[in-house]
């Protein structure tokens, strides 16, 4: 290849060049080569939205979101989910997934942490891996961000978040490593600078992905470039996007300046050689070379007018079934005060009077912007580049009035007015109360109902406490589900009135048909809550530095303790504790076992369901590390999925491996093993621990 071919791999066409038809799009060779007797062409490889599903794009899935599918706590539809969403890219020509998003939620009120999986490195990490596996099974590029400590939206374009080594190995960086060991083709650099370099050319930093054993490419978030491109490219960076200055950042690679770093000697011409091989072997170790569909939409024109835009319908009944199902498994059943008559599952023969209660039952604005900024309807997905379509939601109550149908009369107000939702629910059989929280990106300094990107508290919105409560004082059988994008406050839920609550997270288009699904039984909950509900914010011990004078530095001085870890090490009990979750039925533990098997350890136990329902039970491994390791009193370290009918037992058994028992010894700059007795806890939450065992 010649030089000009090399750097058009490099370097993004421009966020407003005539070529570009996804979000991101490289200058591909006009010419085709040979490559062992095989034909080569190159395409425009395209680099597409989101986490969640495509964005600005007709015809697609909205998906459920990051946090969702952690609380799932199933790597089973972690996996399928990734599969699911490559297929609808690669038929729309998409060669890169902008995903998984693995952000570490450090604080509750991060903008972006609903498309990552909250605050645990464990779980964060065998969802990063579970997707990545299940996207590139299907031969798309997955895109491992954003790379590191991309943990507040405020001030992101040049925060620096500056952290000790140990705590960047086992907290932060642990989910990238779990994603190289899935074999992911491409890790996107963040906005914000690390240990005060950028990211994107902070060398000791991107060292670490190549330690870890990174074959793949270093691409960065758009705009995220600063300085000199012999600065980035020396430093690991291997692509540039969108290609062009975008106002906060980029265009570095580009007007020449990777050629006159590589033509001035600034940079290696075998370094130039390694960026191109690197971007040119992701694409060609997936197959993409062959009997890949071609771009066939046009993501400057999101309304779908012109004739770039093919109007091809990935869609498909498998998908919707699929977005459905996790909608269900990821409702986290938080109380539930059932009896013959109130409570959940719904009795539906005596429930005759329904009341459905708040705005976020209703249809969402679907003329919102391309960033999803808008908060008027039913929340199934937060705003930004991490959005999803909209156009086939079904929203709570078109749901729920098909379901119920003639069985009982609905009354409605759906809006989040106090006086008309406790005038709707008075006097009836059952009050359904939606209320919800939401965040999004920073963007261009864009501002959601007041909030830019990070939430600026943990209330709901739109008063959504006070309606739980106005309708509670009239109602003795409410039902609250919340929308939301992480915790909240649920000061509220303790109303004696208030008979359950569901926390369903964001949940994608299949919102309405997947709570139904809990509310009535079809569906037995199984969600776990993938970070803590505490009492207060002081609780979690970080904060969001929302005013500066200038870029502030954000030292992380709480090291590995944050959320669940922080907690137990203050001795702070939350509301609801991480990994909690009830079920329509319940389980017993028991006949735990610990055997050494090589340099792992296997543990082994038996779960029973007791009582008048099939479920699923989420089995949780918890490891206490000897004293002197300076770790948390516990930490995730194992969780399965086990679906069993009334009266069924089934053995579990989970591993922990050599990394998994290790902490970082910084001077050694190794994994290690402490020496001492581990605690192996196992149970329902990290609360509810049912088995205790060591070695």
């Known amino acids: 290849m010649t030089q000009d071919e090399k750097l058009g791999l490099l370097v993004g066409v421009g966020q407003f ?21 095989t034909n080569l062409t190159i395409p425009p490889i395209c680099l597409q939205d989101g986490p969640a599903g495509i964005r600005l794009v007709k015809n697609v899935t909205g998906f459920p979101t990051g946090i969702n599918a952690a609380s799932t706590f199933s790597r089973r539809l972690m996996r399928a989910r990734g599969v699911a969403i490559a297929e609808e890219f690669r038929d729309k020509g998409v060669h890169v997934f902008l995903g998984p998003a693995m ?25 990063a891996y579970e997707t990545i596996v299940g996207v590139q099974s299907v031969g798309v590029q997955a895109c491992a961000k954003h790379y590191l400590a991309n943990n507040q939206e405020h001030w992101r374009y040049g925060l620096s978040a500056d952290l000790d080594d140990r705590t960047i190995r086992e907290l932060y960086a642990w989910p990238f490593k779990r994603s190289i060991d899935a074999g992911v083709t491409s890790v996107m650099c963040g906005y914000n600078r690390f240990n005060q370099t950028s990211s994107c050319h902070n060398g000791p930093l991107l060292d670490i992905l190549r330690a870890d054993g990174f074959q793949g490419y270093v691409v960065s978030d758009w705009g995220a470039t600063h300085d000199s491109a012999s600065d980035n490219a020396n430093a690991g960076l291997d692509m540039e996007q969108p290609g062009d200055w975008i106002l906060i950042g980029g265009g570095v690679f580009n007007s020449n300046g990777l050629k006159n770093a590589v033509n001035d000697g600034n940079v290696a011409t075998d370094r130039l050689d390694e960026m191109a091989t690197r971007v040119l072997a992701s694409f060609l170790r997936l197959g993409q070379d062959s009997g890949y569909p071609a771009i066939n939409f046009d993501a400057q024109k ?17 998908h919707t079934a699929l977005t459905r199902e996790i909608g269900a498994a990821s409702a986290v059943l938080l109380k539930n005060d059932r009896t013959t008559t109130s409570g959940l599952p719904v009795a539906k023969g005596s429930i005759k009077t329904i009341a459905v209660i708040g705005q976020d ?5 679907l003329n919102c912007d391309d960033l999803g900024e808008c908060n008027d309807g039913t929340m199934s997905v937060g705003w930004g580049s991490g959005t999803n379509s909209l156009d086939f939601i079904v929203p709570p109550i ?6 119920v149908g003639s069985s009982a009369t609905i009354t409605s107000s759906l809006s989040n007015d106090l006086s008309a939702g406790a005038a709707a629910a008075k006097g009836k059989d059952l009050c359904l109360v939606f209320v919800n929280a939401m965040s999004g990106e920073l963007g261009f300094y864009n501002v959601v109902v007041g909030n830019m990107g990070d939430r600026n508290d943990l209330d709901l919105w739109y008063k959504g406490g006070s309606l739980v409560e106005r309708v509670a004082a009239v109602c003795s059988n409410t039902v609250v589900v919340v929308h939301s994008v992480g915790p909240v406050d649920m000061s509220w839920s303790t109303h004696p009135n208030v008979s359950a609550v569901i926390y369903h997270g964001a949940p994608g288009e299949q919102t309405g048909p997947s709570i139904v699904d ?22 979690y011990g970080t904060s969001i530095v929302y005013n500066s004078d200038g870029f502030p530095t954000i030292t992380y001085e709480e090291g590995l303790f944050i959320d669940y870890r922080y907690m137990d090490q203050q001795g702070i ?3 609801f504790e991480f990994g909690y979750g009830l079920s329509y039925t319940t389980f017993s533990y028991s006949a735990l076992s610990t055997t050494a098997s090589g340099t792992s350890r296997t543990i082994s136990f038996t779960v029973t369901n007791t009582g008048t329902f099939d479920g699923t039970e989420i089995a949780q491994l ?4 000897p004293a002197s390791a300076g770790e948390p009193a516990k930490v995730l370290r194992g969780f399965e999925e086990v679906i069993l009918g009334i009266g069924k037992s089934s053995q579990v058994s989970m591993t922990l491996t050599q990394e998994e028992m290790s902490i970082w010894d910084v001077p050694s700059q190794s994994w290690t093993i402490p020496t001492g007795t581990f605690t192996v806890y196992v149970g329902a939450s990290i609360k509810d621990i049912r088995l205790t065992g060591s070695f």
């Open 17 to 37: 060049g005539s070529t570009r038809r996804c979000v991101g799009n490289i200058t591909p060779p006009s010419r085709s080569f040979t490559l062992s007797s």
């Open 103 to 127: 952000d570490i939620m450090r604080n509750p009120k991060a903008g972006r942490a609903w498309e990552s999986s909250g605050p645990d490195p464990y779980l964060t990490g065998e969802a």
């Open 302 to 318: 999101p309304d779908g007018s012109g004739s770039l835009n093919l109007h091809v319908s990935v869609r498909s009944a498998e």
């Open 361 to 365: 039952a209703k249809m969402p604005n």
């Open 398 to 403: 078109d749901a729920i009035t098909d379901f």
């Open 518 to 539: 809990v509310l009535w039984g079809a569906v037995n909950p199984s969600g776990r809550l993938p970070f803590s509900i505490a009492h207060n914010e002081a609780d």
């Open 573 to 575: 009990t939350p509301q």
């Open 622 to 625: 918890y490891l206490g590390f």
